[in-house]
């Protein structure tokens, strides 16, 4: 198939805005979910622009809202778009007259929207929510939502593709769809579109900050509301047998509220305890807006070669993941999202990052419940630092950054920003560059360390601006290949120069070795199950000899789809420890050995 080309630049760019709150259904809000089976055409002409599709398209087919498209139809694999898609609903009885917002939980890459044939505007950038103010353009009885999608790659987006084969390279890397970066770019509406209603005058946000003092929890709240007359502002918090609360009259958009919790239960990976916070605008006495959500009153701090979660040390054990499953692609499946978790509370993994952009607001609810300690990164994954296009990839990232705390700085989870994963970062131009996105992150959470994941050995000039180390090593593997024990040797040198070099806690946030399924031998072999096991025990053995050392991920939990190339069988990265339907390779059991002793104690007495 064909790709398209098309461009947007004669719309209108009425914008999408940055999403934050949840959309929850209460009292006084109403969530109209649009999931299912929307209509669906592909445009490798790249027509529909120019035909006027964004009043409504003649369609091809169905298609499963939400879920990529390149697994659902054949013929589709490697085409990244355009596409179109429109679904038509009825707006329910009582929200003409409120504030109405038409929220994308995440669609990859380029997405343009029209409502009744109104052009609302496009976003760039997959796996972040984005909004429109859809109450001017809807109307009683059916609406027409129409969606044009398109995961083009190129050198000045993020993540890049298409990159230009440098002559130096005696044998250019060759991918297809020609990516850089491992793993496939799945296209489509990737998670949930809905519609919410709330009030015209509403909460719009709230910011928690949580400190412990001694026994006592002091979680600080930022309320900020539409413009309206003035109204009070109530904040309680509930849970564990406590339930405090403070009131402010509100004259502004934005009120400051501190609240107390003597004896608090703080959240934690062992005890992941949540209160219930409850935000409530009123006037008159009257109640007319309401948003809850769960808190957990935690700290997470850097001090000397240790990351520590309420003023202990921590050892993050855990995985590097994707959102990838068959046929739903990069789309949200949430029986897949409970099934890793139970395998990572099998292998007795406490941690993971978000590799290599942000996972669904589902899949991080689950996180704050269940007490996993999570690396939240941007999707700037295969960032290069030529002078062409760097301007606008750092405005991308400048973007993704205040998208991504805008959505999960309330989350007791997250413990870590991560700003990117291995870019290019040996060259000239990447220290402004993440010099700028440090300082912007801290301007947006003070409350996080920030970090980023680099495959450099030394020399990464943006390790300056990263509060600890994050590592990707593969030595033994692709370098070293065979070679274990001076794969080992090699990458116990390699964290004692960083760690001597940097003075920060290193976590190695990627080792592994891909293992069919299936495939044995002995003496270990790489691709072999047995070389896959072998590899990370030694990994796992000499990073439990290294204090410093915060944290081992393993690369990857699960296989994973990726772009097709002479070093993937079948498009597929087989690093997982798990099959990518979720079956465990002798790797998995192994790490069960290393990791999940406390997982089984707990467990026993859980069931006593
Ligand atoms: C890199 C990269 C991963 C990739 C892995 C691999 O470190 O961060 O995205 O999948 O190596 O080569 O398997």
């Given at each position: 198939?064909?790709?398209?080309?098309?461009?947007?630049?004669?719309?209108?760019?009425?914008?999408?805005?940055?999403?934050?709150l949840y959309p929850c259904s209460n009292a006084s809000r109403q969530v109209?979910?649009?999931?299912?089976?929307?209509?669906?055409?592909?445009?490798?002409?790249?027509?529909?622009?120019?035909?006027?599709?964004?009043?409504?398209?003649?369609?091809?087919?169905?298609?499963?809202?939400?879920?990529?498209?390149?697994?659902?139809?054949?013929?589709?694999?490697?085409?990244?778009?355009?596409?179109?898609?429109?679904?038509?609903?009825?707006?329910?009885?009582?929200?003409?007259?409120k504030?109405?917002?038409?929220?994308?939980?995440?669609?990859?890459?380029?997405?343009?929207?029209?409502?009744?044939?109104?052009?609302?505007?496009?976003?760039?950038?997959?796996?972040?929510?984005?909004?429109?103010?859809?109450?001017?353009?809807?109307?009683?009885?059916?609406?027409?939502?129409?969606?044009?999608?398109?995961?083009?790659?190129?050198?000045?987006?993020?993540?890049?593709?298409?990159?230009?084969?440098?002559?130096?390279?005696?044998?250019?890397?060759?991918?297809?769809?020609?990516?850089?970066?491992?793993?496939?770019?799945?296209?489509?509406?990737?998670?949930?579109?809905?519609?919410y209603a709330t009030p015209?005058?509403a909460i719009?946000?709230l910011?928690?900050?949580?400190?412990?003092?001694?026994?006592?929890?002091?979680?600080?709240?930022?309320?900020?509301?539409?413009?309206?007359?003035?109204?009070?502002?109530?904040?309680s918090?509930?849970?564990?047998?406590?339930?405090?609360?403070?009131?402010?009259?509100?004259?502004?958009?934005?009120?400051?509220?501190?609240?107390?919790?003597?004896?608090?239960?703080?959240?934690?990976?062992?005890?992941?305890?949540?209160?219930e916070l409850a935000a409530e605008l009123?006037?008159?006495?009257?109640v007319f807006d309401r948003y809850s959500l769960p808190?957990?009153?935690?700290?997470?701090?850097?001090?000397?070669?240790?990351?520590?979660?309420?003023?202990?040390?921590?050892?993050?054990?855990?995985?590097?993941?994707?959102?990838?499953?068959?046929?739903?692609?990069?789309?949200?499946?949430?029986?897949?999202?409970?099934?890793?978790?139970?395998?990572?509370?099998?292998?007795?993994?406490?941690?993971?990052?978000?590799?290599?952009?942000?996972?669904?607001?589902?899949?991080?609810?689950?996180?704050?419940?269940?007490?996993?300690?999570?690396?939240?990164?941007?999707?700037?994954?295969?960032?290069?630092?030529?002078?062409?296009?760097?301007?606008?990839?750092?405005?991308?990232?400048?973007?993704?950054?205040?998208?991504?705390?805008?959505?999960?700085?309330?989350?007791?989870?997250?413990?870590?920003?991560?700003?990117?994963?291995?870019?290019?970062?040996?060259?000239?131009?990447?220290?402004?560059?993440?010099?700028?996105?440090?300082?912007?992150?801290?301007?947006?959470?003070?409350?996080?360390?920030?970090?980023?994941?680099?495959?450099?050995?030394?020399?990464?000039?943006?390790?300056?601006?990263?509060?600890?180390?994050?590592?990707?090593?593969?030595?033994?593997?692709?370098?070293?290949?065979?070679?274990?024990?001076?794969?080992?040797?090699?990458?116990?040198?390699?964290?004692?120069?960083?760690?001597?070099?940097?003075?920060?806690?290193?976590?190695?946030?990627?080792?592994?070795?891909?293992?069919?399924?299936?495939?044995?031998?002995?003496?270990?072999?790489?691709?072999?199950?047995?070389?896959?096991?072998?590899?990370?025990?030694?990994?796992?053995?000499?990073?439990?000899?290294?204090?410093?050392?915060?944290?081992?991920?393993?690369?990857?939990?699960?296989?994973?789809?990726?772009?097709?190339?002479?070093?993937?069988?079948?498009?597929?990265?087989?690093?997982?420890?798990?099959?990518?339907?979720?079956?465990?390779?002798?790797?998995?059991?192994?790490?069960?050995?290393?990791?999940?002793?406390?997982?089984?104690?707990?467990?026993?007495?859980?069931?006593?």
């Amino acid at each position: 198939m064909q790709r398209g080309g098309g461009c947007l630049s004669g719309l209108q760019r009425t914008g999408s805005q940055i999403a934050s709150l949840y959309p929850c259904s209460n009292a006084s809000r109403q969530v109209l979910n649009l999931s299912g089976f929307w209509d669906f055409r592909f445009d490798p002409g790249d027509a529909g622009l120019d035909a006027g599709w964004g009043a409504g398209f003649a369609p091809q087919r169905p298609i499963a809202v939400p879920a990529s498209w390149n697994e659902q139809f054949e013929e589709a694999l490697d085409y990244l778009g355009p596409a179109w898609y429109q679904t038509r609903f009825i707006l329910p009885w009582g929200w003409s007259g409120k504030r109405v917002r038409l929220r994308f939980g995440s669609v990859n890459y380029l997405a343009a929207v029209w409502l009744n044939g109104a052009h609302l505007g496009e976003h760039e950038g997959g796996h972040l929510p984005f909004e429109f103010d859809a109450a001017p353009y809807l109307r009683a009885g059916e609406n027409l939502l129409v969606v044009r999608v398109e995961g083009e790659l190129a050198p000045d987006r993020v993540p890049p593709g298409r990159i230009p084969p440098d002559p130096r390279d005696d044998f250019p890397h060759r991918n297809h769809p020609d990516t850089s970066f491992d793993f496939f770019p799945f296209c489509g509406i990737h998670r949930p579109v809905v519609l919410y209603a709330t009030p015209r005058d509403a909460i719009t946000d709230l910011t928690v900050r949580t400190e412990l003092e001694g026994t006592t929890g002091l979680v600080r709240v930022r309320l900020d509301r539409t413009p309206g007359d003035g109204a009070t502002a109530r904040l309680s918090l509930k849970g564990h047998g406590a339930e405090v609360a403070e009131e402010v009259s509100l004259s502004g958009e934005t009120a400051e509220i501190e609240l107390t919790l003597p004896d608090v239960a703080p959240w934690s990976p062992e005890a992941p305890n949540l209160y219930e916070l409850a935000a409530e605008l009123s006037r008159g006495g009257e109640v007319f807006d309401r948003y809850s959500l769960p808190v957990g009153v935690r700290t997470v701090t850097v001090e000397g070669d240790a990351l520590l979660i309420n003023g202990e040390p921590v050892k993050l054990r855990g995985f590097g993941r994707h959102e990838d499953f068959p046929v739903a692609g990069r789309g949200l499946v949430p029986p897949a999202v409970v099934k890793d978790y139970a395998l990572m509370r099998w292998v007795g993994a406490n941690s993971f990052r978000t590799s290599h952009y942000p996972y669904s607001e589902e899949a991080m609810d689950l996180a704050d419940r269940l007490g996993f300690l999570v690396i939240d990164e941007t999707p700037a994954v295969g960032l290069f630092f030529a002078e062409e296009g760097l301007g606008r990839r750092l405005q991308l990232c400048r973007q993704y950054v205040r998208e991504l705390v805008a959505r999960d700085k309330n989350r007791p989870a997250v413990i870590l920003w991560s700003l990117a994963n291995e870019p290019h970062s040996k060259r000239p131009g990447a220290k402004e560059f993440f010099r700028e996105l440090y300082g912007l992150t801290k301007s947006l959470d003070p409350t996080r360390p920030v970090t980023l994941a680099s495959m450099h050995e030394e020399a990464d000039e943006a390790f300056e601006f990263c509060d600890l180390i994050c590592l990707n090593r593969y030595f033994g593997w692709y370098t070293e290949p065979g070679m274990l024990e001076e794969g080992f040797a090699r990458l116990s040198e390699d964290l004692d120069a960083a760690h001597a070099r940097y003075h920060k806690p290193v976590i190695v946030t990627e080792f592994g070795a891909d293992a069919l399924p299936g495939c044995h031998s002995h003496p270990p072999e790489m691709f072999t199950e047995e070389y896959q096991a072998e590899m990370i025990s030694g990994y796992v053995r000499v990073l439990e000899e290294k204090p410093y050392v915060a944290g081992q991920h393993v690369w990857n939990l699960c296989d994973f789809k990726t772009a097709q190339e002479a070093r993937r069988v079948g498009g597929m990265n087989l690093k997982g420890v798990f099959t990518r339907d979720r079956r465990p390779k002798l790797a998995a059991h192994r790490l069960r050995q290393f990791w999940n002793a406390r997982h089984d104690e707990d467990t026993r007495k859980e069931r006593a």
